[in-house]
């Protein structure tokens, strides 16, 4: 019996030593794929399954409906944390967590409850108004934001936005009972926003929305070369730019300059970002201190205490506070950690308020998880 065994070993390692290799690699191409969601959609109360629900990846370019038989399939998606989004005319918008990881698929049963707020067609016409109006226009300048990009936008479904305003003590608030459909002519995308809050207190504007993208149809070159151009200028001196040149501890080579304020201070507006230095109001940072690597997701953790005055010297802004520093100038409070991947793309955007010239930067300035920027040598 040994010796056969012997012989056995040698007639027939090769063989085993090669299916081990074929099972080797054919693990590690299993692990490299993208993961992939599937699964289908039906209402929640009777299990009738819905056709051409809408499902997405927020903030991503990845999204699809449902077929005939209420059946999806999301394929090649990214890695790590995102939000799940169905919404369907007549029901209400199903948000869910979810982990991406690599080389796993997701099975997903979506159930959609009834809406009780469908607008009907009267109501729409009654929004024709003078006063629909202003009041369009004031929300459209606050959730586009204050760029060259917002020109270019148009929203495209108007009048599913209702109004309510409280004069005296300042207080507007939008709805929408579907997502918005927003086509940004400047950076090339149709987003499809699903906007869960809007409100706007005093000059404070609080929104909470998960957009989808999807690129426009280049017809031509010029078009082509438009959109890049634009793409890289607005991402620039971006919350995306400047937190992909924290988490790679290169923020003098991207042009920015980072300071902690000191304790006490986070809310005085300085004149001078010498002065402010030299009365140690602006503190130095240590990336090591503020940036953690150590998450096994492939993200890392940015968090401090502290106030952050984030100074972009690659453009110029007239509504700097500094006579000696007339920059992009921006504040950030972080009320929790932030997850940020490599390429400086934020899983939890509502974890901390901006203030100055990033908070100008809304949904038209708004790029895909998706898009990477191409540094020219």
Avoid at 36 to 57: C, M, Q, R
Avoid at 164 to 189: M, S, T
Avoid at 303 to 310: P, Q, R
Avoid at 339 to 362: A, C, D, H, Q, W
Wanted: net charge negative; glycine share 6%.
């Amino acid at each position: 019996m040994y010796l056969f065994f012997k012989f056995w070993t040698k007639i027939h390692c090769f063989a085993i030593t090669r299916c081990f290799l074929l099972l080797l690699l054919s693990t590690q191409v299993c692990v490299a794929q993208k993961p992939g969601i599937f699964g289908y959609v039906k209402d929640g109360k009777t299990g009738e399954l819905i056709v051409s629900a809408h499902i997405f990846i927020a903030n991503t370019t990845r999204g699809t409906t449902s077929d005939t038989k209420g059946q999806f399939n999301l394929e090649d998606t990214p890695t790590g944390r995102f939000t799940i989004v169905c919404t369907m005319v007549g029901y209400e918008s199903y948000i869910k967590d979810i982990e991406l990881v690599a080389g796993k698929q997701m099975e997903l049963i979506i159930e959609l409850n009834a809406s009780v707020n469908i607008l009907n067609e009267i109501e729409l016409i009654d929004k024709e108004d003078k006063k629909w109006k202003k009041g369009f226009e004031k929300f459209k300048r606050e959730l586009l934001g204050d760029t060259p990009n917002a020109d270019q936008c148009e929203i495209i479904n108007p009048w599913i936005v209702d109004f309510n305003e409280d004069r005296r003590r300042r207080i507007f608030k939008a709805h929408a009972d579907q997502p918005l459909i927003i086509q940004n002519n400047a950076l090339g995308y149709k987003i499809t926003f699903l906007m869960m809050r809007y409100e706007k207190e005093a000059d404070r504007l609080f929104y909470i929305g998960y957009p989808s993208f999807k690129n426009l149809k280049i017809t031509d070159p010029d078009s082509f070369e438009r959109f890049t151009e634009n793409r890289e200028e607005t991402y620039k001196g971006s919350l995306r730019h400047f937190f992909y040149a924290l988490v790679n501890d290169k923020l003098e080579d991207e042009g920015f300059v980072l300071y902690k304020i000191a304790p006490g201070h986070e809310s005085q507006v300085f004149q001078s970002e010498k002065g402010a230095l030299n009365e140690h109001l602006f503190l130095p940072v240590d990336i090591s201190e503020v940036v953690n690597d150590s998450n096994p997701w492939g993200y890392y953790t940015v968090y401090t205490s502290n106030a952050l005055e984030v100074i972009y010297t690659g453009k110029a802004w007239d509504n700097s506070p500094y006579w000696d520093a007339p920059y992009q100038v921006s504040r950030i409070w972080m009320e929790e950690e932030i997850m940020v991947t490599k390429s400086g793309y934020v899983f939890n955007p509502y974890s901390f308020i901006v203030f100055g010239y990033l908070s100008e930067e809304r949904l038209a300035n708004m790029l895909p998880f998706e898009y990477r920027f191409n540094k020219k040598k």
